[in-house]
């Protein structure tokens, strides 16, 4: 599906999460108007009606776009509810492991691609805000003759804890978003987080932007996976880390009969009677067989041009972590 011809970027501001400005207002977003010379590049390009995968069903690659959208658009409210009960709470281990994986620096400039409801955000802003008040301890262990005053005036700076690190959530789907933002605000979330619509075959962000680039379980919706690795190779910095949380292929048989049978027998059975769609459940469940192998993405991402790719599997490879870097 083609991407928005604008981006709205979300900011806290009062009460809530609030529509700040438009795209060509904000540094470090690109505009995707015809009359910008992204547009004339993107208008320019014919789209080929070639087809493509939609699950085990046969489409039109503009059609899978608008398929996928309507998957996330109708279970966006239970998504992280049947998160939690289709793997049975196991997708925290693996994104909390993601984290430890990127371990990022003070400073930090994060961009989480398809990260609409915010998992991996709030993660990052967590493990930022952790690693701070474990030196700021540390410190404040070294310097005994601190008075109260001080040593309060410490722990109330909120923009101090995230050391200048920020995170941008993108994601093509408005009620995903509209979710994340619901959460960070009941959460307490209100510096250092930005979310944009965007889509991830045509990140409307400048070139060198981020230090990581992140994206969990959105990689095998998008209907040009290299055009994606390609954008999300874009908008790194030089030295920036790609990270892909995915579903991948079982290396162990006997886990993997078990899985088969869980996947296509139960999954779809909870999507129904938890989130009122089985077939959203279904598509989840095919396109997980649909997905390259761990060693084909890998090659994938190399094509993209990134060094140093490599993956991690967990759970008998249920899932995988890839990595790479843009030297």
Not at 102 to 113: A, E, I
Not at 124 to 151: C, D, G, M, P
Not at 180 to 202: H, P, S
Not at 268 to 290: C, F, M, T
Request: glycine share 8%; aromatic share 12%; hydrophobic share 40%.
């Amino acid at each position: 599906m083609a991407a928005p011809r604008s981006c709205a970027v979300w900011g806290y501001c009062g009460r809530g999460w609030s529509r700040m400005m438009w795209l060509g207002g904000l540094p470090g977003l690109r505009s995707s108007w015809p009359g910008s010379p992204l547009g004339a590049r993107l208008l320019s390009q014919e789209k080929r009606a070639t087809e493509t995968h939609f699950g085990f069903e046969t489409v039109s690659e503009e059609e899978k776009g608008g398929k996928v959208y309507q998957v996330f658009e109708s279970v966006a409210k239970k998504y992280d509810v049947m998160n939690d009960t289709m793997t049975l709470g196991i997708h925290r281990f693996w994104k909390d492991f993601l984290l430890w994986k990127m371990h990022p620096f003070p400073g930090t400039q994060l961009v989480d691609v398809a990260g609409g409801t915010g998992d991996i955000a709030f993660r990052f802003l967590n493990y930022v805000q952790t690693q701070h008040r474990r030196k700021q301890k540390r410190q404040l262990r070294a310097q005994q003759n601190l008075s109260w005053e001080e040593i309060a005036q410490k722990y109330q700076n909120e923009e101090d804890s995230l050391h200048s690190s920020h995170v941008v959530v993108c994601d093509i789907n408005k009620e995903m978003l509209k979710i994340g933002k619901q959460k960070a605000y009941a959460q307490g979330y209100k510096t250092g987080l930005a979310w944009v619509l965007g889509d991830a075959e045509e990140l409307p962000f400048d070139d060198d932007k981020f230090d990581v680039y992140t994206i969990a379980f959105g990689i095998r919706n998008v209907t040009h996976m290299d055009r994606a690795l390609q954008e999300a190779y874009r908008v790194l910095k030089p030295g920036g880390q790609f990270l892909c949380l995915e579903f991948s292929q079982v290396n162990n048989p006997l886990v993997s009969r078990l899985y088969d049978l869980y996947s296509f027998q139960v999954i779809p059975v909870l999507g129904e009677v938890i989130a009122g769609d089985w077939k959203a459940y279904q598509y989840l469940v095919e396109s997980i067989r649909r997905f390259p192998s761990q060693e084909e993405f890998k090659e994938m991402i190399e094509d993209a041009g990134f060094q140093k790719v490599t993956y991690e599997n967990l759970t008998s490879g249920i899932v995988a972590i890839h990595s790479g870097f843009k030297l």
